[in-house]
């Protein structure tokens, strides 16, 4: 199994400005992605990130407003930039296990004013 | 329309009363997963199944791969298992990485 934390676990900010997440695993992991939870709906993935490469973005999510960094097997880093009220939602790191399985970080709530 | 559809979307129910949540999907898949949310945010996997069923204490989870359908059953409930369960489905030849999730049924247990 592994266990993920995130830093911040909540922040409410101001429009305009920017929010870097950190995630950290207990264990190096090959594949590490990012989900967004906007408020009332199911998750959404941004980005995946494999350490020593770029992040892979998924449609509708760009690498400027979301900067990716992925500097060894265990950590990660989310930048929300230029935040607006639409980015208020539930930022999740996650990682897949062996076997198919899948961990999740306790999410970052986030709340752009 | 939606690759992975649940039902109910909210469900009340008593203390002690059996549960189930439905799960269906339209996509070939690899693993299907029940996940559960609590309000803070966080989520638990609960079981990940490729075929047949699984049970862990009060949970029971089960999977028909030809109907493309599964359920989560919850017996004797109890105000703590209050929170949203979310159904996941990693599809064949998908993404390495990505699970498409169901929007999630909202379960509130009264005492």
């Known amino acids: 199994s592994a266990v993920i934390s995130q830093k911040p676990s909540r922040d409410i900010c101001q429009r305009g400005t920017s929010l870097t997440i950190q995630c950290q695993v207990d264990s190096q992991v090959t594949m590490m992605f990012w989900y967004r939870q906007q408020p009332g709906q199911s998750l959404t993935l941004i980005a995946t990130?494999?350490?020593?490469?770029?992040?892979?973005?998924e449609s509708g999510f760009v690498i400027d407003k979301f900067p990716i960094s992925r500097p060894n097997l265990t950590f990660s880093t989310l930048t929300v930039s230029n935040m607006s009220p639409e980015d208020s939602s539930i930022y999740l790191c996650?990682?897949?296990?062996?076997?198919?399985?899948?961990?999740f970080g306790p999410g970052t709530r986030l709340l752009v004013l | 329309k939606n690759e992975v559809e649940q039902s109910p979307q909210n469900l009340t129910a008593q203390e002690g009363e059996f549960i189930t949540i439905n799960c269906s999907y339209s996509v070939g898949i690899s693993a299907l997963h029940w996940l559960q949310q609590h309000p803070g945010g966080g989520i638990v996997s609960l079981f990940m199944l490729s075929s047949g069923k699984k049970k862990h204490g009060r949970l029971i989870a089960t999977i028909n791969i030809q109907e493309k359908h599964s359920s989560l059953h919850i017996t004797a409930s109890h105000p703590r298992d209050s929170a949203v369960y979310i159904c996941a489905v990693r599809e064949l030849g998908g993404s390495q990485g990505n699970l498409i999730f169901g929007k999630g049924t909202k379960l509130s247990v009264k005492p």
């Open positions: 990130a494999n350490q020593g490469s770029e992040a892979t973005y």
């Open positions: 996650s990682v897949k296990g062996g076997w198919e399985t899948q961990y």
